[in-house]
């Protein structure tokens, strides 16, 4: 049983996935850098300063009005809109750099499929047509050998 885990294990698609799903860790950590200390203070600004991710309902009358959201979660039930608003906009980066991503590994992709294959050496081409005249020949009934 060990031994078959180990081939399992270090079979190529599954060490494969395991360093896709350890850089698609990192990149998430990027992108939600990004969001959150790049883009968000950007829109922020645009918008006069706001920042979505201190917005949000107090369902609870528990929770002081102008607190901080992570102090208004700690105080009572709230609905965190803002918090949605900027995970919302991750996804939407995230999606939109792997839509880039995969539109230039397809272009590279259309491009080595369109080079011209190698043309066949002669001696290749002399041995196929040998092989389709022998197969084309009909058969002499006789000893099986």
């Known amino acids: 049983m060990l031994e078959e885990f180990k081939k399992f294990a270090l079979r190529g698609n ?13 990149f998430g950590s990027i992108v939600t850098s990004a969001v959150q200390d790049v883009f968000m203070p950007i829109i922020g600004a645009i918008t006069g300063g706001l920042d979505f991710s201190n917005y949000y309902i107090a369902l609870s009358s528990s929770v002081q009005k102008g607190a901080a959201y992570a102090d208004a979660k700690k105080q009572g039930a709230v609905i965190g809109y ?4 900027t995970v919302a906009l991750n996804f939407m980066i995230v999606a939109f750099v792997l839509f880039l991503v995969i539109r230039a590994m397809n272009k590279l992709q259309t491009q080595e499929e369109a080079k011209p294959l190698p043309e066949t050496p002669a001696d290749v ?3 196929g047509e040998i092989r389709d005249i022998l ?9 099986e050998v």
């Open 135 to 143: 197969a084309a020949k009909p058969k002499v009934p006789g000893p």
């Open 125 to 127: 081409k002399l041995l």
């Open 82 to 85: 803002g918090q949605f608003i």
């Open 14 to 26: 599954v060490v494969d996935l395991a360093v896709g799903v350890i850089i698609g860790a990192a």
